[in-house]
C-alpha cells in the first residue's frame, strides 16, 4: 500500500480536474477537427488554405509552447484588444480555459487529418446515390457520411484521445491544480517524489486502460459486421 500521508485526496481532486478538461478539450477538439476536416475537402480554396495552415503551423509547434502561448500570449493579445474599446483594466486568461484552449486546438489539429482521410475513405459513388434519391447535402452527411465515417475514424481518433489525456499534464506548468500539479506538491512537501510521481502515474493508466475499453466498445458497436460474427462464434462454442 502506498503511504500518501493525507494527500489521498486531494490527488482524487485533481484527477477529476484531469478528467474534466480532458472531456472539455476533447468536445471542442471534434468540433475543430470536423470543421478542419470539412474545410480541407471543400470546393472553396480560401478554406483549403486556411485549413492547411491551421494544422501545418499546429502540428509543428511543441505542445508545451502551445500552452505557454494561449495562456500568457492570450492575455497580451485580450489586454490590447480591450485597451482599443477604452477598457483599461486587467485581463486575466483562467487556467483551466486556456488549457481547454491549447489542448482543442492541438487534438483538432490531427483529427483533422484522421476526418479528411475518414471522409475520403466512402466511395463517391454513395455521395452521387444520396443525391440521386433527393436527399439534401445535411441529410447526405448525417444519414449516409457521418455514421461510415466514424467507423473509420474511431482507432485514430481513440489513439489521439489518449495523448490528449496524457497532454493535459502540461497544464499544470501555468498552475492549473490538476493531477500532475497536486503529485508534485506532495512529493516536494513529504520528500517522497517516487511514491506521488508513481501514484499519479498509476491513475494516469487506469484512465487510459478505461478510454483503450470504451472505444474498443464504440468500434464493436459501430461495425454491425464484428457483432454478428462475434454472435457466431459464441453460438458456435455453445453448440460445440
Known amino acids: 500500500m502506498f503511504d500518501l500521508q493525507g494527500y489521498g485526496p486531494i490527488l482524487i481532486q485533481?484527477?477529476?480536474?484531469t478528467i474534466k478538461l480532458g472531456?472539455?478539450?476533447?468536445?471542442?477538439?471534434?468540433?475543430?477537427?470536423?470543421?478542419?476536416?470539412?474545410?480541407?475537402?471543400?470546393?472553396?480554396?480560401?478554406?483549403?488554405?486556411?485549413?492547411?495552415?491551421?494544422?501545418t503551423v499546429v502540428r509543428g509547434i511543441p505542445e508545451l509552447l502551445m500552452v505557454f502561448f494561449i495562456f500568457y500570449g492570450g492575455s497580451v493579445i485580450f489586454l490590447v484588444i480591450a485597451k482599443q474599446l477604452g477598457y483599461q483594466g486587467?485581463?486575466?486568461?483562467?487556467?483551466?480555459?486556456?488549457?481547454?484552449?491549447?489542448?482543442?486546438?492541438?487534438?483538432g489539429a490531427y483529427a483533422t487529418e484522421v476526418f479528411r482521410m475518414a471522409i475520403q475513405d466512402i466511395p463517391k459513388g454513395q455521395f452521387e446515390a444520396?443525391?440521386?434519391?433527393?436527399?439534401?447535402?445535411?441529410?447526405?452527411?448525417?444519414?449516409?457520411?457521418?455514421p461510415q465515417m466514424w467507423l473509420v475514424a474511431l482507432p485514430g481518433l481513440g489513439n489521439l484521445t489518449l495523448v490528449?489525456?496524457?497532454?493535459?499534464?502540461?497544464?499544470?506548468?501555468?498552475?492549473?491544480?490538476?493531477?500532475?500539479?497536486?503529485?508534485?506538491?506532495?512529493?516536494?512537501a513529504t520528500q517522497k517524489p517516487f511514491t506521488f510521481y508513481l501514484a499519479a502515474a498509476l491513475i494516469y493508466l487506469a484512465l487510459t486502460s478505461i478510454i483503450t475499453l470504451f472505444v474498443m466498445w464504440c468500434e464493436a458497436r459501430a461495425n454491425p459486421a464484428a457483432r454478428y460474427a462475434k454472435m457466431l462464434r459464441k453460438q458456435s462454442r455453445g453448440q460445440a
Open 164 to 188: 490528449l489525456l496524457k497532454d493535459t499534464a502540461l497544464v499544470s506548468l501555468i498552475g492549473l491544480k490538476d493531477l500532475m500539479y497536486f503529485a508534485q506538491r506532495a512529493s516536494q
Open 23 to 55: 472531456l472539455a478539450s476533447l468536445f471542442f477538439g471534434l468540433i475543430f477537427g470536423l470543421l478542419g476536416a470539412c474545410a480541407k475537402l471543400s470546393n472553396l480554396w480560401i478554406l483549403q488554405k486556411l485549413a492547411n495552415i491551421y494544422t
Open 90 to 107: 486587467r485581463i486575466n486568461i483562467s487556467e483551466f480555459w486556456a488549457g481547454v484552449v491549447a489542448l482543442s486546438v492541438m487534438f
Open 14 to 17: 485533481g484527477t477529476l480536474l
Open 130 to 146: 444520396a443525391e440521386s434519391l433527393g436527399m439534401t447535402p445535411f441529410q447526405t452527411w448525417t444519414r449516409i457520411i457521418l
